[in-house]
């Protein structure tokens, strides 16, 4: 290859490099996250977000919320309404929006101690945070923004950076339960990412955040909006259930009440996409989800999931997504 195309090459990948360093990313991992998606689902978009006919999102289960960041950063959207279900997600980026620098100060300062401590130290010092919050819980009022709020979510980042693969799972007593990511080798996570927080924070002030079911958000959709559906998955075996998000499981009576949710908002005219796993992955019979939205435009995309612990069946399995445009 001549030397000039080589160098115009290396250029190109350095500013594709710099290009992603500065796209803000969640600030939370979350399980059922769609960071990995987002190349397929740009794609599946409305065209009206390019055109900027439509300028108003909403996402009613927020989780990590890649798609609204990813969303947010593409195209001009005036207003964003975030919602929901657990109060110490919401919590958290409601703190993140308003108190970005007082919340890293906190953050810093966890980050600090638990990166000096060796492996073992790591260990304890990890269990003993998460017994403090979940004791500290019956301390916050939830209902109204508050200094309190502002350690509460540098906590919860914490925990969700040096907990066992970012997952967040609660008890029936509502404690946050999983355990440390610390096994074997030195643990030294990145807990603290400014440049990123910094961002998110920028991008979350155009969105309105709440705590609020699925079910109560008709009512707030006052424009017309493209609404991202990201319910919890519909167990797919017997073994692998992912819907342990918050204290209630996510059954297919709430996907049926979701399905007529969708529903509602297609025939007020907004557009309306959702994506679930495919039931098919595991039983080629089932058809629930293509029985339950047989009205709309169906379509199944390539996922990176694990959703057998037996080594010998993974591999590629599909997501399933569902547009009324
Ligand atoms: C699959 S996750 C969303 C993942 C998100 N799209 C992302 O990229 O990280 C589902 C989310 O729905 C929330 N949730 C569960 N039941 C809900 C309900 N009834 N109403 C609103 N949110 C709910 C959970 O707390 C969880 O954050």
Redesign the pocket.
Known sequence: MPLFLRLKLRTVSKKEKKDKEKTAK?FLK?????SQLLSTFQKLYPKELKKETIQHYCE????????FFDIAQQFNLKSAKL????RE?VLTYKVVQKDVDLMMEFLERYSSEYLALTIDRQKEYYYEFRTNYNHQRFQIDYNRYNENWIPRAAQLIFLNKTCFNGLYRVNQKGEFNTPSGVYKKQHNPKILNEPNLKQTSKILSIADIEV???SNIEKEIKKTSFIYF???YRPISKTASFTN??E?N?GDP?QLELAQVFENLDKKGNFVMLSNSDPKNENKEDSFFDDLYKNYNIKRVAANRVINSKVSKRGKISEIVVRNY
């Open positions: 969640p979350w399980v059922g996250g769609k009613p289960f927020l989780g990590g919320g890649a798609v919602f929901d279900i657990n997600l609020s079911s699925f990201d319910p919890p998000y918050s209630k996510f709430l």
